[in-house]
């Protein structure tokens, strides 16, 4: 079954590490997203990437760094610069730019500080 | 500046009863997609239905149909004949980027639904 899958489900960090969270997918999309999301809040734009070797920032870009070698994977890692990544981390694909078309999402990544 | 609204912070509704989520948005876009979401506590974010800006029906999925009015640039979730499973948060957002050529999905705050039985 085609899908997006997201690991691991819980993720712990200490204080000053870095951690990545994987996003896999075999819809054969063009872009992907990652996106934030606090209790009780809606989803914020973190990183998004339209095209293989290519992504761009969106609206809370800092402390965050991502890679799109392959069109298949979108990893993200949250950097030790990243004040307070205790959040929902969600990751999502989509057809290319130009088709207003849904994006696929997947299950998600809970992270936590200890 | 692009922008997905949604006034209602938390609703209840009345299993069997019909309930209305509002969205409204901003765009300087002529092309653009308005879509909602369902997230249950679990987390995953379930697509439920899609409206593009230049539909003159309003889209219906099942017991989901979504109340668009382009003049007031508002793309309200109706929901009939409520179920208990019904209760989630929902998510409207919006798919835009002929302007700017990079094409994104943001999201409004949500609306927790709860169906009361």
């Known amino acids: 079954d085609g899908g997006i899958t997201q690991s691991p489900k819980y993720l712990f960090r200490k204080e000053g590490q870095n951690v990545t969270l994987s996003c896999e997918q075999n819809l054969n999309h063009d872009a992907m997203y990652w996106y934030r999301q606090d209790p009780g809040q809606g989803l914020r734009l973190i990183y998004y990437?339209?095209?293989?070797?290519?992504?761009q920032k969106g609206d809370i870009a800092e402390g965050y760094s991502v890679s799109r070698e392959k069109k298949e994977s979108f990893p993200l890692t949250v950097t030790s610069a990243q004040k307070n990544p205790t959040a929902f981390y969600l990751c999502a694909s989509s057809i290319e730019g130009g088709a207003l078309t849904e994006a696929f999402f997947g299950q998600g990544t809970r992270l936590t500080v200890v | 500046a692009q922008k997905i609204t949604q006034t209602q912070p938390g609703m209840f509704v009345q299993e069997k009863e019909a309930v209305t989520l509002d969205c409204t948005y901003d765009?300087?876009?002529?092309?653009?997609?308005l879509f909602w979401y369902k997230q249950p506590s679990s987390g995953e974010m379930i697509f439920l239905i899609y409206?593009?800006?230049?539909?003159?029906q309003n889209a219906t999925e099942g017991r989901y149909s979504l109340n668009f009015q382009k003049a007031r640039k508002s793309a309200n979730l109706v929901i009939s004949a409520s179920q208990l499973g019904d209760s989630a948060m929902y998510f409207c957002?919006?798919?835009?980027?002929?302007?700017?050529?990079?094409?994104?999905?943001?999201f409004g705050t949500g609306t927790r639904l709860k169906v009361l039985a």
């Open positions: 765009t300087s876009d002529q092309s653009y997609g």
């Open positions: 990437s339209q095209i293989v070797n290519d992504f």
């Open positions: 957002a919006m798919r835009e980027g002929q302007v700017s050529g990079t094409y994104k999905y943001i």
């Open positions: 409206q593009g800006s230049y539909d003159e």
